[in-house]
C-alpha cells in the first residue's frame, strides 16, 4: 500500500535544491521520479535518455520489508523516490548534502556505454534483468481504435417564462455556483509565508478569488499564478466545445494576475473519459485534437504536462452509469507584479465607477448546460464555446493593458451561474449595493443573465472609461464591452431591464442562500454550533469584517533597537521532522 510521507519527500526536495542552488557546479547530470512502474520504469528511462546501458545492483535498494521478492523490489511505486545520475567525481559532495538533511540515499550502480541494462541480486545469485534497452524501451506498434461519434439528442429548455427572482435563488444554491467554504477551509491557506492571493477576498473573506498567486522570494515583487477552467457538463452535447470552454475559462480566471503575455501561461490537462463505451473514444479524440492541435497552438500556449483516466464508469447490476469527457485545466504563469493583482471585490472608495462586461460570447446568449437550467431539470440544445481564439488572445492583452494603467478597479470571470452569478458574487466579497441596467427584453433576460458564455465584468472609475473604451476599440473589441450599470453604497441590487425593475433584492440574503449548501455540509463535517455560527456571522453585513489597526508606525523596524548592538546572536537551524 503506497503511504505518502510528506517529511521525507521535503528532505528530497532540500537536497534537489542545494543542488540545483549551485547552477553550472549542480552535481546532478540527470533526474526522473519514481511513478507508475517504480524503479522498473524510472532507471531504464533515465539511463536510456542519456543514451547509456547499467549495471545495477538490486539490493542496494533500501527496503524496510526483507521479505519483499525481486519484482517487488523493481517495480513497487513506493513515493517519495527520485533517481538520479550523478557526476562521477562529484558524488562524496551529494552524500554530504543528502548527510546533512538526513535524507536517504543509495548508490544502486553505474551507467555503461554498452546500451544494455543489467540488474544483479546479490542474495539470491542470479540476474532478474538482462535485457537490451532498445528491446525494453522500443517503439510499440500504434494502437489503432475503431471509434464511432454519437450525438445525443437534448431537450429543449426555454428560460423565457421563469420567474428571474426564484430563478436566482435556485442557481446561487447550486453547489457548482454556490459558497465553496466548506472545501477552503479544511487546510491552511497560507503555509510558507509567501501566498498573496488565497480563495478568500476583502475583509468579509469571501471565497470568489479568480486565482491564486505566490510570491517568488520574501524580497520580490514577483510571483506565480495558478488558475483553474473546467465545463464537463458541456460534453454531454459537445465535447470539443467542453474542451475549448476550459482552458479559455483557465485564461480568463488568471487575467487577473500581471502576466506579460498569454504565451508565458503553461497548461496542465487532466483528461477524464469512460474508454470504450459507446460515442465516447470519438468524444475524447476529437476534444484532445480540438485543445491540442487546434485551440491551444493559436494561442501560443503549450501543454507540456498533463494525466489521464480513462476509466469513469461504473456498472452494478443492471445499471450503467458513466461520466462525460472531461478535461481538467491548470494554468500557470509567472507574474511580473503581485501587487498588480486584480479581485471581485467591488471598490467603494474610488468614487463614482461603472461596470462593463466584456461579452467574448459575443451575445449568443447559449444557456445549455448552465446552472440554470439544470436547476430546473432541462439541459438545453445549444452550448457555449469559444468561436475566435483571437479574440480570447485580444481580452487578455487589453485586460493586462488595462491592469498595468492602473484603470481597472475590480474584475471577475463569467463562468458557473451566469452574469447574475458574477455581479452577486462581486457585491458579496464589498458588501455593497449594485445597481444595474440591460437593454435586455422580458424574453431574453433570463438567458442574458444566466448563461455561462466566456466573458468577464470589470469595474472601471469613472475618470477611467473613455480611456478603457478607447482600449477596447483600439484592440478590435468595441462590440463586446456592454455597460451594466455602478456598484453604490447599501445592500439592494437593483435591476432594471429595457426600463422595467424586474429585481430589488436584499444582497445579505442572497449570500445566506449562497452559502447554504456550504454550511449543511459544514454542519456535517464539524462541529455544528460554530458551522452556525459562521453562517451567521457572513450574513451579517454590519459586521466590520478585518480591519488591521496597527500600534506601531510601520516605517520603523521595532527589532532594530535589539539587533543593532555589535553582538552577534547565535543561530541553530533544526533540520528534524516536527
Known amino acids: 500500500v503506497q503511504r505518502g510521507n510528506p517529511e521525507m519527500q521535503r528532505r528530497c526536495q532540500e537536497v534537489i535544491d542545494a543542488c540545483w542552488a549551485l547552477g553550472d557546479g549542480n552535481p546532478i547530470l540527470s533526474i526522473h521520479d519514481c511513478g507508475a512502474g517504480g524503479l522498473s520504469n524510472a532507471l531504464p528511462e533515465l539511463l536510456n535518455d542519456g543514451g547509456r546501458g547499467g549495471s545495477l545492483e538490486l539490493r542496494e535498494v533500501p527496503s524496510a520489508d526483507s521479505a519483499m521478492s525481486p519484482m517487488e523490489i523493481w517495480c513497487n511505486e513506493s513515493q517519495e523516490r527520485y533517481v538520479l545520475a550523478i557526476a562521477p567525481g562529484r558524488l562524496e559532495e551529494f552524500e554530504a548534502m543528502c548527510r546533512r538533511e538526513r535524507c536517504p540515499y543509495a548508490v544502486l550502480g553505474e551507467a555503461t556505454a554498452d546500451r544494455q541494462l543489467h540488474v544483479s541480486d546479490r542474495l539470491l545469485g542470479d540476474d532478474p534483468v538482462d535485457m537490451p534497452l532498445d528491446v525494453l524501451l522500443g517503439k510499440p506498434p500504434r494502437m489503432s481504435r475503431d471509434v464511432e461519434r ?44 509567501l501566498v498573496v492571493r488565497d480563495p478568500m477576498v476583502g475583509p468579509h473573506q469571501v471565497p470568489v478569488a479568480d486565482a491564486a498567486i505566490t510570491l517568488s522570494g520574501f524580497r520580490s515583487d514577483t510571483g506565480e499564478a495558478m488558475a483553474m477552467g473546467e465545463r464537463t457538463p458541456l460534453a454531454v452535447l459537445d465535447a470539443p466545445a467542453s474542451g475549448r470552454m476550459a482552458v479559455a475559462e483557465a485564461v480568463t480566471n488568471i487575467a487577473c494576475a500581471a502576466i506579460d503575455s498569454i504565451g508565458d501561461i503553461r497548461l496542465s490537462a487532466n483528461w477524464m473519459a469512460a474508454a470504450g463505451e459507446p460515442g465516447q473514444d470519438g468524444a475524447l479524440f476529437d476534444t484532445v485534437r480540438a485543445v491540442g492541435l487546434e485551440l491551444c497552438p493559436e494561442l501560443g500556449i503549450a501543454i507540456p504536462v498533463g494525466k489521464d483516466s480513462l476509466s469513469m464508469k461504473t456498472v452494478w447490476d443492471d445499471r450503467r452509469m458513466r461520466a462525460p469527457v472531461s478535461l481538467i485545466v491548470s494554468a500557470f504563469a509567472p507574474v511580473a507584479d503581485v501587487h498588480r493583482s486584480l479581485t471581485p471585490q467591488l471598490d467603494l472608495e474610488c468614487g463614482e465607477s461603472r461596470l462593463f462586461l466584456v461579452d467574448l460570447g459575443e451575445g449568443r446568449d447559449r444557456i445549455g448546460g448552465s446552472a440554470l437550467a439544470q436547476v430546473h431539470g432541462g439541459f438545453g440544445r445549444e452550448v457555449p464555446d469559444l468561436e475566435s481564439p483571437a ?10 493593458q488595462l491592469n498595468s494603467a492602473g484603470r481597472l478597479r475590480a474584475y471577475h470571470d463569467r463562468s458557473d451561474g451566469g452574469l447574475a452569478a458574477s455581479l452577486c458574487e462581486m457585491a458579496f ?67 432594471e431591464a429595457a426600463g422595467e425593475k424586474v429585481l430589488d433584492e436584499d444582497l445579505a440574503e442572497l449570500q445566506r442562500l449562497w452559502s447554504e449548501t456550504s454550511h449543511a455540509v459544514q454542519r456535517l463535517r464539524d ?21 488591521p489597526h496597527l500600534t506601531f508606525a510601520i516605517e520603523e523596524n521595532p527589532a532594530a533597537p535589539m539587533i543593532a548592538t555589535g553582538a552577534r546572536p547565535r543561530v541553530a537551524i533544526l533540520r528534524e521532522q516536527g
Open 150 to 193: 454519437r450525438r445525443l439528442d437534448s431537450d429543449t429548455f426555454d428560460a423565457s417564462e421563469l420567474d428571474t427572482s426564484s430563478a436566482l435563488r435556485r442557481v446561487l444554491r447550486f453547489p457548482a455556483v454556490g459558497n465553496k467554504s466548506f472545501l477552503v477551509t479544511i487546510g491552511d491557506r497560507s503555509v510558507g509565508g
Open 391 to 400: 479574440r480570447l488572445s485580444a481580452f487578455f492583452a487589453v485586460i493586462q
Open 429 to 495: 466579497a464589498a458588501r455593497c449595493g449594485l445597481e444595474i441596467e440591460l437593454e435586455a427584453d422580458r424574453e431574453t433576460l433570463n438567458n442574458v443573465l444566466f448563461n455561462e458564455e466566456l466573458g468577464a465584468v470589470i469595474q472601471v472609475a469613472a475618470a477611467d472609461v473613455s480611456h478603457t473604451i478607447e482600449a477596447f476599440q483600439a484592440a478590435g473589441l468595441a462590440d463586446l464591452l456592454l455597460p451594466l450599470g455602478r456598484p453604490v453604497p447599501g445592500r439592494r441590487l437593483v435591476l
Open 527 to 547: 462541529n455544528p454550533d460554530c458551522a452556525d455560527q459562521e453562517l451567521e456571522w457572513a450574513s451579517d453585513w454590519s459586521e466590520p469584517g478585518l480591519k
